[in-house]
C-alpha cells in the first residue's frame, strides 16, 4: 500500500487533530530516533503487560514511528498499525523494512473512530497517546469494540500525581502544541473501570529526558526557564524530577502501563 500524502477533512475533525499532523509532521524521524522511545527495560514492562501469543492480532493505536508495533511482530501472528499522521506512518513502512518484517500493515484514521469491525483483533494496545487526545474515554471505548471478548487492551502513558498535573500540562504544552492533558494513574485505571474492564496490569516507572532532545528550538528557552524555577524551589512541582547537570537540563517522565482483559 502506498504511503498516504495528506489526511482526509473526515479524518481531520477538529483544529486539535490538526495540530496534531502539524506536530508530528515535523517530529516524525527525530521521534523515532529518541532513544528514549525504545528504551529496553520500558520494552519489555510493555511486552510483558500485552501478553501477546503466537497466534494473536493486534492493533496499535496512535502507531507513530511503528517502534511498540515492529517490536510486537515479534510475538504476534499479525500487527496492524494505524496513525493520524501520514509522516509517521512513512517512518513506521521505513522501520519494517529495515527490521525485514512482513506481518504488519499500517492505516491511517483516528483513534476516536477506528475503521475496523467490531472484535478485529487480540490486543489493543497504545503508547503515549492519550494525552494528545481530548476524549480518552471515547479512544478507549473505540479499542474496546474492535477487541474480541477475551482480548487484552493496553494503554501506557504519562501520568502525573494529582497534585502535579495541572503544573504537569502546563509543561508539557509549552513543550509540545498538541498536548491536550495527562490523565492520572487514578483517571485512567477509572476509566477502564468504568467501561467494563477487568484490570490485570498495574506498572509504573520513570524515563529519563533530555529536555534539548525533545523540545522545538522555538520554545527550549522558555521550557528549561520553568523547569530551572521548579529546580530552584526544590518542591518538584511539576513532578518531573528535573534536574541542571553538565549537559543540560533533563527530567524523569512519568509513565504508567494499564492492562485489562475483556470479560463481557
Given at each position: 500500500?502506498?504511503p498516504?500524502?495528506e489526511p482526509s477533512a473526515?479524518?481531520?475533525?477538529?483544529?486539535?487533530?490538526?495540530?496534531i499532523?502539524?506536530?508530528f509532521t515535523?517530529?516524525?524521524?527525530?521521534?523515532g530516533?529518541l532513544p528514549?522511545?525504545?528504551?529496553?527495560?520500558?520494552?519489555?514492562?510493555?511486552?510483558?503487560a500485552a501478553a501477546?501469543?503466537a497466534?494473536?492480532?493486534?492493533?496499535?493505536?496512535?502507531?507513530?514511528p511503528g517502534?511498540?508495533?515492529?517490536?510486537?511482530?515479534?510475538d504476534a501472528?499479525?500487527?496492524?498499525?494505524i496513525?493520524l499522521?501520514?509522516?509517521?506512518?512513512?517512518?513506521?513502512?521505513?522501520?519494517?523494512?529495515?527490521?525485514g518484517?512482513a506481518?504488519l500493515?499500517?492505516?491511517?484514521?483516528d483513534a476516536?473512530?477506528?475503521?475496523?469491525?467490531?472484535?478485529?483483533f487480540?490486543?489493543?494496545?497504545t503508547?503515549?497517546?492519550?494525552h494528545?487526545?481530548?476524549?480518552?474515554a471515547r479512544?478507549?471505548a473505540?479499542?474496546?469494540?474492535?477487541?474480541?471478548?477475551?482480548g487484552r487492551?493496553l494503554?501506557?502513558?504519562a501520568?502525573?500525581?494529582?497534585?502535579?498535573?495541572?503544573?504537569?500540562?502546563?509543561?508539557?504544552?509549552?513543550?509540545?502544541?498538541s498536548?491536550?492533558?495527562?490523565?492520572?494513574?487514578?483517571?485512567?485505571?477509572?476509566?477502564g473501570?468504568?467501561?467494563?474492564?477487568h484490570?490485570?496490569?498495574?506498572?509504573?516507572?520513570?524515563?529519563?529526558?533530555d529536555v534539548?532532545?525533545i523540545?522545538d528550538?522555538e520554545?527550549?528557552d522558555a521550557?528549561i526557564a520553568?523547569?530551572?524555577?521548579?529546580?530552584?524551589?526544590?518542591?518538584?512541582?511539576?513532578?518531573?524530577?528535573?534536574?541542571?547537570g553538565?549537559?543540560?537540563?533533563s527530567?524523569?517522565?512519568p509513565v504508567?502501563?494499564?492492562?485489562?482483559?475483556?470479560?463481557?
Open positions: 500500500m502506498p498516504e500524502t473526515a479524518i481531520l475533525q477538529s483544529e486539535h487533530d490538526a495540530r499532523v502539524a506536530q515535523r517530529w516524525a524521524k527525530p521521534f530516533d528514549l522511545h525504545s528504551q529496553a527495560d520500558a520494552m519489555a514492562r510493555l511486552r510483558a501477546v501469543s497466534t494473536a492480532r493486534v492493533l496499535d493505536v496512535a502507531c507513530g517502534i511498540v508495533a515492529c517490536t510486537l511482530a515479534a501472528a499479525h500487527v496492524t498499525g496513525d499522521t501520514p509522516a509517521m506512518l512513512d517512518q513506521a513502512r521505513a522501520r519494517q523494512r529495515e527490521a518484517l506481518n500493515d499500517w492505516q491511517l484514521g476516536t473512530s477506528l475503521p475496523f469491525a467490531d472484535e478485529s487480540d490486543v489493543v494496545v503508547r503515549y497517546s492519550f494528545h487526545i481530548r476524549d480518552p479512544a478507549l473505540e479499542m474496546l469494540r474492535v477487541c474480541r471478548k477475551g487492551l494503554v501506557v502513558d501520568t502525573p500525581s494529582p497534585e502535579t498535573q495541572a503544573a504537569y500540562d502546563r509543561m508539557e504544552t509549552l513543550r509540545d502544541p498536548h491536550a492533558s495527562a490523565l492520572t494513574q487514578q483517571q485512567l485505571r477509572a476509566l473501570r468504568q467501561a467494563g474492564l484490570e490485570v496490569v498495574v506498572d509504573f516507572h520513570r524515563i529519563e529526558a534539548a532532545s523540545a528550538p520554545t527550549l521550557l520553568m523547569l530551572d524555577a521548579d529546580i530552584a524551589t526544590g518542591e518538584d512541582r511539576i513532578g518531573v524530577a528535573a534536574r541542571r553538565e549537559t543540560g537540563v527530567f524523569l517522565f504508567s502501563v494499564v492492562a485489562w482483559d475483556r470479560v463481557t
